[in-house]
């Protein structure tokens, strides 16, 4: 009888004791919350092929990479290979007419045209005037109006249904101030107000309907010479150009996306040495921002933006004589206050 008694005081003892301090794991309300991956740069599958100073465009949740070089001689690519942005894998297509390096690329109502670049060296070879429009739908290439001027290392920026072309070279790392627009519906070219500064190897992006152009060099020898720090705006409405506040670090062949009211710039060469930073601008302060830099440094390299992340691929790493060219892709993930 003593044992019984004693027993019950226990379950009760138990019971009591429960109700004074919950387990914290059925409400969850003491839990950790768990690691994320945001404002962070995370691994994804390898390129099939590793380049540099090549480009893409993304359409229907795909990022189609075109052209660039395989070494640093006169080995380049015609290569177009599609990465799945959900699925995180590779698909091989046709490839493009010619082997380009330093094109430019942009999307535009489903299909993507790849403007100029050069063939041969990547220094002295032939700089091109070319315009080819890629079909993803049928993985098939037609060659459209050539442009008014031969020019590599140029941008291709979308807005309202034209394209406009941005800088570039013309012969080595010589910069210009052409700024040309395209009309896909008509086939057509017209020249548009020049840049305020020559500039090659730069970025632009939109955003409220004006191109943002940041970073870039110039130079008439066979390297990237002198990164600039200049961030200037295109109005295409006005056809004028603005120019906003210097980077505080100059920077050519460097990658960048715009992520709500955010640009994100990262990487790079400062003429000096190779960067892994990544920046954040808004848009509404005027501000930049450091965020998680980049374990491994590179140059001219591809870039995308889909579903609010930022993704990178290839490129150039290493200082003169010890270069290796990059299949690996990253993607950044911002923090959820910054979108």
Known sequence: MLKKFLFICFLLSIISCQKSNPVAADTGENQQPAATNENKWVTKANMPTARGYFNGAEVGGKMYLFGGILDLSANNSDAVEAYDLETDTWTKKNKMPVKILGLAAAALDGKIYTFGGRTGNLYSGTTLNYTYLYDPATDSWTRKADMPSSRAFMTASVIDGKIYTIGGSLNGYEACIIVQMYDPATDTWTNKASLQRARSGHTANVFNGKIYVIGGGNSDNNGPGTAYPYFDVYDPVMDSWISKEDLAQSRIGHGAGVISNKLYIC??????????????????????????????????????IYNNKLFIFGGISGAQGSQQILKNVMVYIPSVTSN
């Open 267 to 304: 990487s790079g060469f400062s003429s000096a040495n190779e960067l892994n930073d990544l920046r954040e601008y808004d848009f509404t302060s005027n501000k930049w921002t450091a965020k998680a830099a980049l374990t491994l440094p590179r140059r001219m390299f591809a870039t995308c």
